[in-house]
């Protein structure tokens, strides 16, 4: 049986993102027989599903509510006192990147991004650039904390870093 995500609602899905709850529905996907699946749009391409079984808690258990607009607050509030160091070892740093990507942890997505940053600032002051597999991460970190926070704030995507940048400043 479903959790109770109502229909029309809004949810995190992991690494996908902010979705709409759109339905659920039984479908047989494979040789199982019919499952219950939730239905999720994603809030970046509305033509796009994702079908999560309601029978796997682990599954079920990646979709989250969004955050208010008080929790953001508390978290940009803490955000300047935490930091990420850098890792230097590439693969070491890939397997960290996408497990911060995958849990959907705000806080670790904020620390991920403001390290990123940091480094591409001083790979532009030494004439060079920010890795293509570190570019990716980054901007799949800013994607996801953009579509919540624009979500939560009542915000467009676009006017999320202007937000930020405000409160960080403060």
Same mark, same amino acid.
């Given at each position: 049986?479903?959790?109770?995500?109502?229909?029309?609602?809004?949810?995190?899905?992991?690494?996908?993102?902010?979705?709409?709850?759109?339905?659920?529905?039984?479908?047989?996907?494979?040789? %199982?027989?019919? +499952? &219950?699946?939730?239905?999720?749009q994603l809030m970046s391409d509305s033509r796009a599903a994702v079908y999560v079984p309601c029978d796997n808690?682990?599954?079920?258990?990646?979709? *989250?509510?969004?955050?208010q607009p008080e929790e953001i607050e508390t978290l940009l509030a803490c955000a300047s006192a935490e930091s990420?160091?850098?890792?230097?070892? *590439?693969?070491? %740093?890939?397997?960290?990147? *996408?497990?911060?990507?995958?849990?959907?942890?705000? %806080?670790?997505?904020?620390q991920m991004i403001s390290c990123l940053y940091e480094r591409k600032r001083e790979k532009i002051e030494d004439?060079?650039?920010?890795?293509?597999?570190?570019?990716?991460?980054?901007?799949?970190?800013? %994607?996801?904390? &953009?579509?919540?926070?624009?979500?939560?704030?009542?915000?467009?995507? +676009?006017?999320?870093?202007?937000?930020?940048?405000?409160?960080?400043?403060?």
């Amino acid at each position: 049986m479903c959790e109770p995500f109502a229909v029309d609602s809004y949810v995190v899905y992991g690494k996908v993102g902010v979705c709409r709850v759109v339905g659920r529905q039984n479908i047989a996907f494979d040789d %199982r027989g019919n +499952s &219950e699946y939730y239905v999720l749009q994603l809030m970046s391409d509305s033509r796009a599903a994702v079908y999560v079984p309601c029978d796997n808690a682990e599954l079920v258990a990646r979709m *989250r509510k969004p955050m208010q607009p008080e929790e953001i607050e508390t978290l940009l509030a803490c955000a300047s006192a935490e930091s990420m160091p850098w890792i230097d070892d *590439r693969n070491g %740093r890939r397997v960290a990147f *996408r497990e911060i990507l995958s849990a959907g942890n705000q %806080r670790q997505l904020l620390q991920m991004i403001s390290c990123l940053y940091e480094r591409k600032r001083e790979k532009i002051e030494d004439g060079k650039a920010l890795s293509s597999a570190d570019e990716s991460a980054l901007q799949d970190a800013v %994607r996801l904390l &953009e579509e919540e926070f624009a979500l939560a704030l009542n915000l467009s995507r +676009s006017d999320v870093a202007a937000y930020i940048r405000e409160k960080l400043e403060k």
